[in-house]
């Protein structure tokens, strides 16, 4: 029986109370399991962080509002409004009472709009399935327009369940490069990561491998056999945790061409406690306090002995699981790039508070000093997303619509593509 308006009305009431009331730790018993599993409390407290320091502060929740949904699901939004503008909280209702998505708007449902340095005339695009089972994904290939052969690049998304083109509200950076690209005579093949894909099949004992090598590799083996596509010419292109996975990938499959690496993070597990306690000084109180508490208590534990395949994912980190965490702290990108053979090619926004030129970019340049076919590049006026800016860095950076900057298109262009 589909949830009427009144009812999903009243779930929507309970949400946007606990979000007023900052109680976050009681968000999830209104989650459906798949949405559960893609947002922990600890990543909607950072997240509703975030937009309280790029508005200058919450100052109320107002009453939700039912749209049209989808033939399941009914569609609520709930303003924000702050010292500085607001935004939207946007969430579906199902007939079982859950809530089935998530996300905060800034900006009003403002859709993503192409780089000006792209042109759809040149490139063509078609749907593509990667791998098999139940966890198989889906993703596009982007052509150029004209004869091959073309090198080519397989896109890597962040930390997190990302769609093929990395959305975030507005923003679709991998969408961005993949279409910058196309019209730079470089194939492009990007995909929805399985956590965004299939939220509700993955095994509990579901790792960062799991993640990132099956589709990366089937990824890589669709390019091969492809009649356009030069097989010598085949890279890895990952950005943040993407770009942490993108070794590990070329380790398992030695044939890559080379790799690049945007915004990779690098060290070990303590990005997310560095972010928050960014979000701390911006908004100091008692919810982000509780936040990089809580999230310092659960790194300690990743990082010590006493992580177990047992231990519960509600005292871990984003609320991952423990053989996530296990299989993330194995994995040492660091060591497994110095020891490919591989070119690189790594880029660095200087305004990137996530990842950082002195926590991460430094760690990056000390393992592959010894490399001469790496090259690496910062970007001073670029965030996170490799978005242009000035000033000092704040959440606002990653809300407002952007792109990719065009120098950072075309320098990746030129080193995939050398003319």
Known sequence: MRMNGDGALEVARRFAALLRDEHFDRTVALFAPPLRAAVSSEALRLAWAAEA???????????PEVEAGETDLLRVRIAITCADGGFTVVTSVGDDGRLHGLRLDPHGGAAWQPPHYTQQDRFTEREVLLGTGPLAVPGTLTLPQGPGPWPAAVLLAGGGPFDRDETSGPNKPLKDLAWGLACRQ???????????????????DFTMADEYLPPALAALHLLRQHPDIDPDRIHLLGHSMGGKAAPRIAAADPSVAGLVLLAADAQPMHRAVRVARHLAALTPGPSTDQAVASLTRKAELVAGPELTPDTPPE??????????????????????AAALTHPMLILQGGRDYQ?????????????????PEVRIRIHQDLNHL?????GAPTPADYSKPGHVALAVVDEIAAWLAPR
């Open 386 to 390: 490799l978005f242009p800016g000035n």
């Open 355 to 371: 990842v950082t030129v002195a926590d991460d970019l430094a760690l990056w340049q000390q393992a592959l000093a010894h490399r």
């Open 315 to 336: 005292l871990l980190p984003l609320g991952f699981s423990a053989a996530y965490w296990l299989d993330l702290r194995a994995y040492d990108p660091l060591t497994t």
């Open 53 to 63: 320091a790029a508005h200058g502060g919450i100052r109320a929740v107002r009453e």
């Open 186 to 204: 470089v194939a492009v093949l990007r995909f929805d990561k399985p956590t965004f894909a299939h939220p509700d099949r993955l095994p509990a």
